[in-house]
């Protein structure tokens, strides 16, 4: 039995995508950005207090992006998207953590963590390509998100075909039944 993901659920599989690659990204980030020592003295809880953030403002985020309308973008204009909204969100995310004041705010350790997630979100989504070809050439349809490709177009494509619920969940490209299936 074919499963068919509903409009609403790849929406919210796309935010909590975003959101959740992001909240790890800066995660990770800040704990590279402290520096080499023992597990005992990483920024533990300030990793997860920025994680939380960025998770936070990446929906934030995503959500102006839904709602301009501007989600059914390109490979490459996806990725850029992509990648501005992490540093935004890991940056915002930094000055929520603790209390913003311009003049005593640590921009050196704000921007290294955020240059760090959003160079790990630029692998995530080069890697993340799909469907990826042998020559390295980007294909029409190629997404950055590591949602299953039919869900990703279902939740950013503008429109959705009369009579059509949704996406089987297992089938290369768009929002179409699988074959046999009798919808």
């Known amino acids: 039995m074919t499963e068919v993901v509903p409009r609403w659920r790849a929406v919210v599989l796309d935010f909590v995508e975003r959101a959740g690659w992001s909240a790890g990204q800066v995660f990770f980030a800040t704990l ?6 023992t597990v005992i003295d ?8 920025l994680a939380v953030s960025a998770f936070v403002f990446s929906l934030v985020l995503t959500a102006v992006q839904y709602l301009s309308r501007v989600t059914d973008l390109a490979f ?19 000055m929520v953590a603790g209390v913003f004041d311009v003049t005593t705010f640590d921009w050196e350790s704000a921007l290294n963590v955020a240059l760090l997630a959003t160079v790990a979100a630029l ?13 390295g050439q980007v294909p029409p349809g190629a997404s950055p998100s590591t949602l299953p490709l039919g869900t990703y177009r279902e939740a950013v494509e503008r ?12 089938e290369p490209g768009g929002p179409r039944p699988a074959s046999g299936d009798p919808a």
């Open 32 to 37: 590279l950005a402290g520096g080499v020592g």
């Open 76 to 94: 490459w204009p996806d990725l850029l998207a992509r990648l501005a909204k992490t540093f935004l969100a890991s940056l915002a995310g930094s």
């Open 42 to 49: 990483l920024p533990w809880r300030y990793s997860l207090t």
């Open 159 to 170: 429109s959705v075909a009369d009579g059509q619920t949704g996406v089987v969940l297992g």
């Open 123 to 135: 692998g995530k989504g080069l890697l993340a390509r799909e469907p990826a070809v042998a020559n």
